[in-house]
């Protein structure tokens, strides 16, 4: 009996590891390279770190602000608070300031599986952790730094204290910390949040597993004061406050509200969006999806239509008897990640509250399945998974950054650098327009003070502003008719050299760009 009970602990032990390495391998494996080069959103999210850490305020002068200016219309802020202390122990990298989104994936894993085996027992961990794993949206989401991308994480973290709180009440906290990090994490989901927090707080009630007591009214302060500066900003961007500037922390008004980005207009577009998103699996950017491979691989809706009829099945049956409903919590997230699909206009991005609840509903219909059936179906799943996972990977570290490296705008460090390099610091440095500002800021670590200074916007004010010139880098020029004999360019490859070779300028390429000096 003993060792049969080792031998269990064992196996399911090994499985743990094998997965969690397997998920490891997927996110670390030519980490900071792939992809090649840098997104415009994680480069603003990474200078804005920067800028905190060596000068105490963000592109727009804030200190340490509940949320960024940045683009106009504003960008969430956990992600480069995140970044931090990388930046500060290994400087401003690419590789470093995707850390955070790296480490916060890898958490996830392990919290998949907690839950899952919280919920029903080992085998549905297991197989949620492995889905989870090996699925192409969240491989790609750890591999870069869209700050949005945090938010699945501390979503299932609350929902997993939640749980956990249900058995030992001082884990309601640990969950109100999780949530309200959550908030800062991505704003479209700040109507959603206190909805989730309401209904498991009634599900919990109900089956008396939460009272009134120091625990949840601590978990209720904690929340509150959390969500408390966001509610500030919201009263001073609806124009009731005015904004706040205190030494700690900073309360903005956006140049450019966009508040109607939450709207029941958009709920038959989307309709349509997350039936292609669902079903068809991709938005369209080559950032998100790779290929045919999908979100998720065409087996995980097939399994999560089968979830679906369970956890409802079970739902009804179990509801008023006095044992415990999981399915139903698994059910609170979906609906709540469903609902904000609905009205906000959708990509991958903008779904990812609702990604995790659908992998796990398709993880319990497997599970339910074996429970039916035979468990060597379990083998066919696995081995569908493994040979698309490994089809997946394979094409993905030979072949993405060539065809995703230009949304990257691969090259574009390199010529910086040796732009940088090889000409005096007064001279100007003329870069194609295509390439956003935060990447220019980003790879030329300008001090924020001469950013502000210098910056002129071709746009402002307005949701998505981009900028024309700050420091020495000016992106509006007329190359043909004013062109700048004392200045280097970096242009895309694209663009004719002749003039400026005639012009007596020398070529180098680098990645999608070219950079042209004397």
């Known amino acids: 009996m003993k060792q049969k009970f080792i031998s269990k602990i064992n196996v399911t032990t090994v499985l743990f590891f094998i ?3 397997v998920g490891i391998f997927a996110r670390v494996y030519k980490f900071g390279s792939l992809p090649g080069g840098i997104n415009q959103d994680e480069a603003y999210a990474g ?38 202390p990388f930046i500060a122990m290994f400087g401003l990298e690419t590789w470093v300031i995707r850390l955070p989104q790296l480490i916060m994936a890898v958490i996830t894993l392990v919290a998949v599986y907690l839950l899952m085996k919280r919920l029903f027992n080992e085998k549905a961990g297991l197989i949620s952790m492995f889905i989870l794993a090996v699925v192409p949206w969240h491989i790609m989401l750890s591999r870069w730094g869209l700050e949005s ?3 699945p994480a501390f979503l299932v973290l609350g929902l997993l204290f939640f749980i956990k709180g249900m058995d030992k009440q001082v884990f309601y906290i ?10 800062y994490a991505y704003a479209t989901i700040w109507p959603f949040v206190p909805v989730i ?23 209720c302060i904690v929340l509150a004061v959390m969500a408390l500066p966001l509610l500030l900003f919201l009263l001073v961007n609806k124009g009731y406050i005015n904004e706040t500037r205190l030494g700690f922390i900073s309360i903005p008004k956006l140049l450019y509200m966009r508040s109607g980005e939450i709207s029941l ?22 950032t998100n999806v790779y290929k045919d491979y999908g979100i ?77 059936t035979s468990y060597k179906f379990i083998y066919i799943a696995a081995a569908a998974y493994l040979w698309w996972f490994g089809n997946f990977i394979q094409e993905y570290f030979q072949l993405y950054n060539e065809e995703a490296g230009y949304a990257f705008c691969t090259g574009l460090e390199e010529a910086m650098d040796f732009a940088m390099d090889n000409t005096p610091s007064n001279s100007k440095i003329y870069i194609t327009p295509s390439v956003s500002h935060s990447r220019i800021m980003f790879y030329s670590k300008i001090p924020v003070d001469e950013y502000i200074d210098t910056v002129v916007y071709n746009n402002y004010p307005s949701a998505f502003m981009s900028a024309g010139s700050f420091g020495r880098f000016c992106m509006d020029f007329d190359l043909y008719n004013n062109l700048d004999t004392e200045g280097v360019y970096i242009l895309d490859t694209g663009v004719d050299t002749g003039y400026l070779v005639q012009s007596g300028f020398k070529v180098n390429q680098f990645g999608y760009y070219i950079v042209a000096y004397k």
């Open 265 to 286: 207009q958009n709920i038959p577009d989307n309709f349509k969006n997350i039936w292609n998103i669902m079903v068809n699996q991709t938005d369209g950017l080559v």
């Open 174 to 183: 640990v969950s109100a910390i999780m949530y309200g990090l959550s908030l």
């Open 47 to 84: 200078y804005e770190a920067y800028s905190l850490l060596h000068y105490g305020k963000d592109s727009f002068g804030y200190s340490f602000p509940v949320y960024f200016i940045s683009w106009g219309s504003g960008m969430n802020v956990l992600e480069s608070y995140l970044m931090i």
């Open 296 to 372: 998720f691989y065409k087996i995980t809706l097939v399994l999560f239509i089968v979830g679906m009829f369970f956890v409802i099945y079970n739902v009804i049956k179990n509801f008023k008897s006095k044992n415990e409903v999981p399915q139903i919590l698994l059910l609170i997230q979906f609906l709540a990640g469903f609902l904000l699909t609905l009205m906000v206009t959708v990509n991958v991005n903008r779904a990812n509250s609702l990604m995790i609840p659908v992998i796990l509903i398709a993880a319990y219909g497997l599970y339910e399945i074996l429970e039916l």
């Open 19 to 21: 997965i969690l390495a």
């Open 197 to 219: 927090i309401l209904l498991e707080i009634i599900y919990a009630v109900y089956k008396k597993k939460a009272g009134i007591n120091k625990y949840t009214i601590i978990s």
């Open 149 to 151: 991308n945090l938010a």
